[in-house]
């Protein structure tokens, strides 16, 4: 019902910034919480960020904390991931998730639908 396209994911050098964008579409977004999470080969799906259905609360994880910034547009039915005093460890492929409910955010069990990812390089 409802599909997640993510974009803006490149090769930067670190201490950079980059911004990422999620686009939904199909069902209304606004309904959704919003949030990003990356992966790494070999590594668990780990959690990023997330919002609420009107931006009034964001949750983050410790590791980009006073580095990243979450944020939406319902008019354009997209949420944004803000990126900045990039590091190598943040390369990762960035994926983009909406769910109805806003708990346990900081886990994948509250999100049913999810985009196919973006990559961040962050070269050393």
């Known amino acids: 019902q409802v599909q997640l396209v993510e974009s803006g994911g490149r090769l930067v050098q670190a201490g950079g910034s980059l911004r990422l964008s999620c686009v939904a579409s199909?069902?209304?977004?606004?309904?959704?919480?919003g949030a990003w999470f990356r992966q790494v080969p070999g590594k668990e799906r780990e959690f990023v960020a997330a919002i609420d259905w009107n931006g009034g609360s964001t949750a983050y994880a410790d590791s980009v904390k006073g580095r990243f910034t979450i944020s939406r547009d319902n008019r354009k039915n997209t949420v944004y991931l803000q990126m900045n005093s990039l590091e190598p460890d943040d390369t990762a492929v960035y994926l983009c998730?909406?769910?109805?409910?806003?708990?346990?955010?900081?886990?994948?069990?509250?999100?049913?639908?999810w985009g196919q990812g973006t990559q961040v390089t962050v070269s050393s």
């Open positions: 998730a909406a769910g109805s409910i806003w708990v346990k955010v900081t886990t994948t069990d509250p999100y049913d639908y």
């Open positions: 199909g069902d209304s977004f606004s309904m959704y919480a």
